[in-house]
């Protein structure tokens, strides 16, 4: 693999250092490693004569930074043909993540510190995997920004032991101690926990010089104003000192008795505490996640409590004057550190990590149309499993649909689009282009046709999106086909868009999975209605709105359901909230115990009804692929005189109102519909049943 490590201006310590223990780890297993920085001096010291360096980008803006440095980095990734782009600090996300949508590589982003709460932050989403090396970090990612555990992944720290020389307590000055402090973990509220229990360690033991390690971006929070103030407050100005660190060495910790990192609050420190362990230096910290994490109390190092300064200072003393406990201390963390956070031990996670980004497709289907669109679907679902085996499928729908691929076995997620208009839109819109882009697809689909489908494809921000071409809005889908002008096969029109990706096929099977729940129910339902072995016929009305408002429709009903039970059948009316009067409304017309009703059935309900059925007649178009599906015959009643759209349908048959021998005085009676002679209608009937 060849990786591309960015290092910016403003990261951190351990940002810049972990970098660079990565990139030579990686080399020395047969990896490409790259660094691409704007360090300038400070970083050339710690680059190896085997490991490739570029210079870009100068200034102090790391976002503008970034966006001057696109067409160079660009160059570079095409150059070295680089696989993963791996950021050490979120700063400048956007324009990177643009870079790796246009060169079709992955965005992998590290994360050494806390992120405040702000728009800026919750763009994290963009990268494809997050590293967190502290587990405090990675909580607060978790639970602040609501990032996926998947997406956030833990890999134990490590440095290059090898670089770090082990200098024992003995090595050190028995008299003069030098004390190191890291103010960053300490909030502006704590410092004077730290500093006053220095006050009663110089009362014991005078001799002490107290180095306060200061990183330029400290300096912009006022931190050395505020230790300065505290200092000469509490009488310790002539004990305290800072040092600058901007310079990103930290071989001075060698000169340190004993490094203190007590913060108050979760910390994200990690790197200074393990290259203290690293050289032999004792290190204090407190029971907090983050610090603690690293030390084992008493062994490696000692905890103390949070704002408790008289513990503080009893353990600095306890160090500082017992050289045999220090001792084994310093020895004690030295080993641990290289049986645990050797960066060459913990190589594997970030090496698996990688592989799992560069071998894994993630695509999207948006299907937000009907059952027919929904079923449609299933064969270009198969073909993707059957040609792209390792490739994440998921597909976006409505819930109400959402029983009919509950059971695919071609599907990895179900996301539903609640769809709702009014005051909840913009906020459920809103919450589900957040997660699109969470989800980092790589290839969507469009297969319901609409300008919501199309505006969700784009806002996904998936490099590659095919559809059907938007008359105005071109952009929308960068992969296009042309609407067609005539009635098309839903299932070829699908199959046809997967052509687009080089995947073919030469033919295709609808499925249904239906539960044992379904089927049990739709057997419980014809053992209510006292349904054996006649021959049943289901009539559907579910999807047609105020039914009953439409006189012809009522006429029709009325005919069919009359003189099916004169041919000895079982009738099944299907309906659904807005079909409720229909019981009421066909007994005026026929004899109600004749025909059983039931509402509301889920789709997979409706396809087990389908499959005891001899026939299926719908008065309109919405479930026919369930039919298609379960192979059960299928009229359609259809109000439209052309019927051209029903025209690739060539296993549904389709009649019009006019097809029904109604007459306007049989219709004003109680009983409309009753026809003595044969008409082309119960013709047709007879035909599909036999033909059953």
Excluded at 193 to 211: D, E, G, H, Q, T
Excluded at 276 to 298: C, E, L, N, R, T
Excluded at 550 to 573: E, G, P, T
Aim: proline residues 3%; aromatic residues 10%; charged residues 25%.
């Amino acid at each position: 693999m060849n990786i591309l490590h960015i290092i910016s201006s403003g990261d951190s310590y351990d940002a810049v250092h972990s970098a660079l223990d990565l990139s030579r780890c990686l080399n020395k297993n047969n990896h490409k490693s790259i660094i691409a920085s704007s360090l300038e001096g400070r970083i050339l010291e710690g680059i190896d004569a085997d490991l490739k360096y570029y210079e870009i980008f100068q200034s102090n803006n790391n976002i503008r930074d970034l966006f001057v440095a696109y067409n160079v980095l660009k160059k570079i990734i095409n150059e070295n043909k680089i696989d993963i782009l791996h950021m050490h600090s979120a700063s400048g996300i956007w324009p990177i993540f643009l870079l790796c949508r246009n060169t079709h590589i992955r965005l992998a982003v590290s994360c050494y510190d806390f992120f405040p709460k702000g728009i800026l932050s919750q763009w994290l989403i963009l990268a494809d995997r997050i590293f967190v090396h502290n587990q405090a970090v990675g909580k607060q990612l978790i639970g602040n920004f609501g990032l996926s555990k998947d997406k956030v992944k833990f890999i134990s720290p490590g440095i290059d032991i090898d670089n770090f020389k082990f200098q024992g307590v003995d090595e050190r000055p028995k008299t003069d101690f030098t004390i190191g402090v890291i103010p960053s973990l300490l909030p502006e509220a704590g410092y004077e926990y730290f500093l006053k229990a220095m006050v009663k360690v110089v009362r014991i033991i005078p001799y002490i010089n107290v180095s306060v390690l200061i990183h330029p971006l400290h300096q912009r929070k006022n931190i050395k104003e505020d230790l300065g103030f505290w200092t000469r407050r509490l009488g310790l100005a002539n004990y305290v000192k800072f040092v600058d660190v901007s310079n990103f060495d930290m071989k001075f910790l060698t000169k340190f008795n004993l490094l203190i990192c007590a913060p108050v609050a979760e910390s994200s420190l990690t790197r200074a505490i393990l290259e203290a362990q690293a050289y032999g230096v004792p290190v204090i910290a407190s029971h907090v996640a983050g610090a603690s994490q690293f030390i084992s109390d008493g062994k490696t190092g000692i905890l103390v409590s949070s704002k408790d300064h008289a513990s503080l200072a009893g353990a600095i003393i306890n160090v500082l004057k017992e050289f045999s406990f220090a001792r084994e201390i310093g020895l004690a963390a030295r080993r641990e550190a290289e049986d645990k956070y050797h960066i060459a031990k913990n190589i594997g996670g970030f090496i698996d990590a990688y592989k799992e980004l560069e071998n894994k497709k993630k695509i999207l289907i948006v299907n937000l149309g009907n059952a027919n669109n929904v079923i449609s679907t299933i064969p270009a679902l198969s073909l993707l499993r059957k040609n792209i085996p390792d490739a994440e499928v998921d597909v976006l729908m409505l819930p109400a649909l959402r029983c009919i691929l509950q059971r695919c076995p071609d599907v990895n997620e179900l996301i539903v689009y609640e769809g709702n208009y009014g005051k909840k839109f913009l906020s459920g819109f809103l919450k589900i282009v957040r997660l699109l882009i969470e989800r980092k697809y790589d290839v969507v689909f469009d297969f319901s046709n609409s300008f919501m489908s199309q505006a969700l494809c784009f806002l996904s921000l998936a490099s590659q999106r095919y559809g059907y071409r938007n008359r105005f809005l071109h952009f929308l889908i960068n992969n296009h086909i042309e609407r067609p002008n005539s009635a098309v096969d839903l299932v070829k029109d699908k199959l046809f868009m997967l052509s687009l990706l080089g995947i073919n096929s030469k033919g295709y099977k609808l499925e249904l999975w239906p539960s044992r729940e379904d089927a049990d129910f739709v057997e419980e339902f014809f053992q209510d209605n006292w349904i054996g072995g006649e021959r049943v016929v289901c009539i559907d009305i579910s999807s047609k709105k105020a039914f009953f408002k439409d006189v012809k429709m009522v006429q029709c009903l009325a005919y069919l359901c009359n003189n099916l039970v004169k041919q000895h059948m079982r009738v099944i009316v299907i309906g659904s909230k807005e079909s409720l009067k229909a019981e009421d409304e066909l007994s005026k017309r026929t004899n109600p115990k004749s025909v059983a009703f039931i509402n509301d059935i889920s789709c997979n309900q409706l396809a087990c009804f389908m499959k005891r059925a001899h026939l299926y007649i719908s008065f309109h178009y919405d479930f026919i692929y369930i039919a298609l599906t379960v192979k059960t015959p299928s009229l359609v009643v259809s109000l439209d005189k052309d019927i051209s759209k029903f025209s690739h349908l060539k296993d549904v048959v389709v009649l019009t109102t006019k097809d029904f021998p109604l007459n306007k005085r049989m219709a004003r009676r109680r009983k409309p519909g009753v026809i003595e002679e044969k008409d082309v209608v119960m013709q047709t009937i007879e035909r599909l049943v036999v033909a059953r």
